[in-house]
């Protein structure tokens, strides 16, 4: 907050009026940034699931630019018209996918977490120095683990760190996504009794 203040040539305690503190500034800056989301990705014979995935991968790439506010958004949630317009569109999404809907109002929670948690280890690597060999070394030792001491990771072998993350994250969302329409809340009513099931 000083140093914006700074920036801005003004006092911290003229800052203090407007935002509390800087998670709350984070979250302000956030859902700005949120009005770029693509919320209208809907395409001809498209499913509700990709609509979903693509939605999804549009608030992460927006996060990778912005890794500190990708940290901000994991404990501090915007609460601006452009959040609440995404929360609106997975949740429309859900539905359109017969997630029930005490099921979709916990599970739009997982999946920004997800989201949000993708975006902050990619932007975070990308704003490191060094770091485009970590890979490559997690390759190798993957690759060469000892079938005796590690024998799952030697039977999958590179096919631990197979696909494109284009293909994983799409992967990734639906697991999720599949997760979330199976799993029961508590006192839920079975899943057969559910009339829109």
């Known amino acids: 907050m000083r140093r914006l203040a700074a920036d801005l040539d003004t006092g911290p305690a003229s800052l203090y009026v407007y935002f509390q503190n800087a998670a709350v500034l984070h979250a302000r800056v956030l859902d700005e940034l949120l009005e770029a989301v693509e919320s209208n990705l809907t395409s001809a014979g498209s499913s509700w699931s990709d609509?979903?995935?693509d939605l999804l991968s549009s608030y992460t790439t927006i996060l990778i630019e912005y890794p500190d506010l990708a940290k901000s958004a994991l404990v501090t949630r915007p609460s601006g018209t452009n959040y609440l317009t995404l929360v609106e569109h997975i949740l429309k999404?859900?539905?359109?996918g017969a997630i029930p809907d005490s099921h979709?109002?916990?599970?739009v929670d997982l999946l920004l977490?997800?989201?949000?948690?993708?975006?902050l280890e990619h932007g975070t690597r990308m704003a490191m120095a060094g770091i485009e060999n970590d890979g490559n070394e997690l390759r190798s030792a993957l690759e060469n683990?000892?079938?005796?001491?590690?024998p799952s990771i030697a039977a999958l072998g590179a096919d631990l760190l197979s696909g494109s993350p284009?293909?994983?994250y799409k992967w990734h969302v639906r697991a999720i996504l599949s997760g979330i329409g199976a799993t029961p809340r508590e006192g839920d009513v079975p899943l057969e009794d559910d009339s829109r099931a």
């Open 51 to 53: 609509d979903l995935v």
């Open 93 to 96: 999404l859900l539905r359109e």
């Open 104 to 107: 979709a109002a916990w599970g």
């Open 145 to 150: 683990a000892n079938g005796d001491t590690y």
């Open 166 to 168: 284009e293909d994983k």
């Open 113 to 119: 977490l997800f989201a949000t948690s993708i975006a």
